[in-house]
């Protein structure tokens, strides 16, 4: 006897029919999808990256327009010891406060470099000075270092009266011991 199905039957049927849909759709349909819509995020992100980078090319190109302005600028400035390195810089500094000391009327009795040390993008050189100079040489020459160009920074001055008996009307010479410093062109980077 063959027995009909029930409407109990079908609906066992129909609701075990819904179940093995429903996994399929929860175990393989949405993790394809949650994949796709996770690819098209990526790939509106990675658009819009493209877009930031391609018009971020032409502001990298007026930078360097920029500081290629800004290096030639630089090179013309008289501010600055113009020297391709720290030695010449140091030659170049040595001259410079030897003119100005001779030109004055001082006399130059040593003179020598001393390292310091740079801060940032300064790059200072410095020497250290011993003259003789009387009073209103002194003034001139001390004058003429630090208002001319390039700019130069005097320091550490010591002036020392020699113990003769002159009297007080001489213009004796004065013992001078003083630093010099300046700076080299700064590097754009």
Same mark, same amino acid.
């Given at each position: 006897? *063959?027995? $009909?199905? /029930?409407?109990? =039957?079908?609906?066992? &049927?129909?609701?075990?029919?819904? !179940?093995?849909?429903?996994?399929?759709?929860?175990?393989?349909?949405?993790?394809?999808?949650?994949?796709?819509?996770?690819?098209?995020? @990526? %790939? !509106?992100?990675?658009?819009?990256?493209?877009?930031?980078?391609?018009?971020?090319?032409?502001?990298? =190109?007026?930078? $360097?327009? !920029?500081?290629?302005?800004?290096?030639?600028?630089?090179?013309? =400035?008289?501010?600055?010891?113009?020297?391709?390195?720290?030695?010449?810089? %140091?030659?170049?500094?040595?001259?410079?406060?030897?003119?100005?000391?001779?030109?004055?009327?001082? /006399?130059?009795?040593?003179?020598?470099?001393?390292?310091?040390?740079?801060?940032?993008?300064?790059?200072?050189?410095?020497? $250290?000075?011993?003259?003789?100079? *009387?009073?209103?040489?002194?003034?001139?020459?001390?004058?003429?270092?630090?208002?001319?160009?390039?700019?130069? %920074?005097?320091?550490?001055?010591?002036?020392?009266?020699?113990? *003769?008996?002159? !009297?007080? @009307?001489?213009? &004796?010479?004065?013992?001078?011991?003083?630093?010099?410093?300046? %700076?080299?062109?700064?590097?754009?980077?």
């Amino acid at each position: 006897m *063959t027995r $009909r199905p /029930t409407i109990l =039957d079908s609906l066992a &049927a129909i609701a075990l029919l819904a !179940a093995l849909v429903a996994v399929v759709v929860f175990a393989v349909v949405m993790p394809v999808r949650d994949s796709i819509n996770g690819f098209d995020r @990526t %790939f !509106a992100e990675d658009m819009r990256m493209i877009e930031r980078l391609s018009a971020g090319s032409s502001s990298i =190109d007026k930078y $360097r327009e !920029a500081i290629s302005v800004l290096e030639a600028q630089i090179a013309e =400035d008289d501010r600055y010891i113009k020297a391709d390195s720290d030695a010449l810089a %140091f030659a170049a500094l040595q001259q410079l406060v030897q003119a100005v000391i001779a030109d004055n009327g001082g /006399t130059m009795r040593s003179i020598q470099n001393v390292e310091v040390d740079p801060k940032g993008h300064e790059r200072p050189v410095s020497v $250290r000075v011993i003259a003789s100079a *009387t009073y209103p040489v002194l003034i001139e020459l001390l004058a003429e270092l630090e208002s001319n160009r390039p700019y130069l %920074f005097v320091d550490g001055l010591s002036i020392k009266a020699p113990a *003769t008996g002159r !009297a007080v @009307t001489d213009w &004796a010479p004065l013992s001078v011991q003083f630093e010099v410093v300046a %700076f080299l062109s700064p590097v754009v980077q």
